[in-house]
């Protein structure tokens, strides 16, 4: 595993990684978001081995995308706009289901945007939860809500598994390493508006291109 990926998790790094992965012209550019995803695997990480298997998952998913920006092709790969005409005009996407390009840029990213779902509601969840709440609770409806409709049940048994072991919100806030309880809620508070700009931007280009639905 990378240093990076072992290094502590700061929700305000994630943040100024999501906020610079968008353009003035509202591309996503995927460098930063492979970045703030890795992010998100060092609190993954510091979870505990029942996420191993998800923080794997996580890795394998940016390296793909990380490997195609290094590659001859990278400068395609510079935005997620610019990737999908890249990979649609080369007839480099399974459009029809034929599954001969399963680790196209398309499809890899198609995972992490419906993860940005799940996190999406997942910390809209956590912002506005009171003292007593569970955060297994908070994370089991946030994805019950998205990623499970796409997940067999052998994943979401071990998921479901994980969640119980998350530990309690006041514990969860101080992983997060932003302050405060007020402080975490605050960030949460700009936190959660960008994750829904970056989602929402991704969600209206996969509409038009109709990529929801890449095997
Ligand atoms: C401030 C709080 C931050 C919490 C950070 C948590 C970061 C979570 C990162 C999760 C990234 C998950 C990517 C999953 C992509 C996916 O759907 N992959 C599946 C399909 O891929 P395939 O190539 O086969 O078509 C793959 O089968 C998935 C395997 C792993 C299970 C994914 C379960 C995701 C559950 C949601 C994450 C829960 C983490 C809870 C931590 C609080």
């Given at each position: 595993?990378?240093?990076?990926?072992?290094?502590?998790?700061?929700?305000?790094?994630?943040?100024?990684?999501?906020?610079s992965?968008l353009?003035?012209?509202?591309?996503?550019?995927?460098?930063?978001?492979?970045?703030?995803?890795?992010?998100?695997?060092?609190?993954?990480?510091s979870?505990?081995?029942?996420?191993?298997?998800?923080?794997?998952?996580?890795?394998?998913?940016?390296?793909?995308?990380?490997?195609?920006?290094?590659?001859?092709?990278?400068?395609?790969?510079?935005?997620?706009?610019?990737?999908?005409?890249?990979?649609?005009?080369?007839?480099?996407?399974?459009?029809?289901?034929?599954?001969?390009?399963?680790?196209?840029?398309?499809?890899?990213?198609?995972?992490?945007?419906?993860?940005?779902?799940?996190?999406?509601?997942?910390?809209?969840?956590?912002?506005?939860?009171?003292?007593?709440?569970?955060?297994?609770?908070?994370?089991?409806?946030?994805?019950?809500?998205?990623?499970?409709?796409?997940?067999?049940?052998?994943?979401?048994?071990?998921?479901?598994?994980?969640?119980?072991?998350?530990?309690?919100?006041l514990?969860?806030?101080?992983?997060?390493?932003?302050?405060?309880?007020?402080?975490?809620?605050?960030?949460?508070?700009?936190?959660?508006?960008?994750?829904?700009?970056?989602?929402?931007?991704?969600?209206?280009?996969?509409?038009?291109?109709n990529?929801?639905?890449?095997?």
């Amino acid at each position: 595993m990378a240093d990076s990926e072992n290094q502590k998790f700061c929700l305000q790094e994630v943040l100024e990684s999501f906020k610079s992965c968008l353009s003035p012209e509202k591309e996503i550019y995927i460098e930063h978001y492979v970045s703030g995803w890795r992010g998100l695997v060092k609190l993954l990480n510091s979870l505990g081995s029942l996420f191993g298997f998800i923080s794997k998952d996580a890795v394998s998913k940016t390296q793909i995308l990380m490997n195609y920006l290094k590659s001859e092709n990278g400068p395609h790969y510079a935005t997620v706009q610019s990737m999908v005409k890249f990979e649609l005009d080369n007839e480099l996407v399974d459009v029809d289901k034929k599954g001969i390009y399963p680790e196209s840029g398309c499809r890899t990213l198609l995972r992490l945007h419906r993860a940005l779902r799940w996190l999406q509601l997942f910390l809209e969840r956590l912002r506005t939860s009171k003292e007593d709440d569970k955060t297994s609770v908070m994370c089991r409806d946030a994805y019950n809500e998205s990623l499970a409709q796409h997940h067999p049940w052998l994943i979401r048994k071990s998921a479901g598994m994980a969640f119980y072991s998350l530990p309690v919100r006041l514990a969860f806030f101080e992983v997060m390493n932003v302050g405060t309880p007020e402080q975490v809620v605050d960030v949460l508070g700009k936190a959660v508006p960008l994750l829904c700009e970056v989602y929402q931007i991704t969600e209206e280009l996969y509409q038009k291109h109709n990529l929801h639905d890449l095997p």
